[in-house]
Each structure stands twice: as C-alpha cells, then as structure tokens.
C-alpha cells in the first residue's frame, strides 16, 4: 500500500525512529489523535461528497422533467394558423353561367 509515494517499509523504519525520539507513551498518545484526526476527515468528506451527489442528483431530476415537458424531438406539430389575406376591394357580382344577368 502506498501512502504519499511512501511504501510500508519506510513507514516503518520512520515509526521506528519516531518511537526511539519520542518515547513509547508519547508515541501511543500521537498515534490515537492521528487516528482520530484522520476517522474525522474522512467523515467531513463522506458528508461532502454525499452532499454533492445530492445536488447532482437533484438537478439531474429537474433536467429530466424539463425534458418530459418539452416537445419530443421529431414529433409532428400541429401546422402554425393560416392567415388569409383579404384584399380591401369591393367584390364584384357574380355572373351567372347561363348568361342571364
């Protein structure tokens, strides 16, 4: 396992020499509030990443609704309204087809 490019035989010639400066008590002291230290950053990132993923989640939500309102792509709309130009002239009578006015 490597922990910041360090290998576990170098981690432990460095708690060797750590035990032989500070004392075995003192290093037991050191090593729990390590431990504690890291078990309370790995949970303030499990918070945070869950609260992102909640967000991401939630927006996902929305676009897909967004999207199910909006008109499927392809599908046939209805022709726009036709707007028939009337002209302002008078209209002419009709003639008859026999020829009779």
Do not use: H, Y
């Amino acid at each position: 396992m490597q922990f910041f490019n360090v290998g576990p035989w170098e981690v432990t010639v460095i708690l060797m020499i750590a035990i032989l400066l500070l004392g075995p008590r003192r290093m037991a002291e050191i090593t729990r509030t390590i431990g504690r230290v890291t078990a309370q950053l790995r949970k303030i990132s499990q918070e945070f990443t869950a609260g992102i993923q909640a967000e991401l989640m939630e927006i996902e939500k929305q676009e897909r609704q967004a999207k199910s309102v909006s008109p499927v792509p392809g599908a046939r709309t209805p022709p726009p309204a036709q707007v028939i130009d009337v002209e302002s002239r008078p209209v002419s009578p009709e003639v008859p087809s026999d020829g009779r006015e």
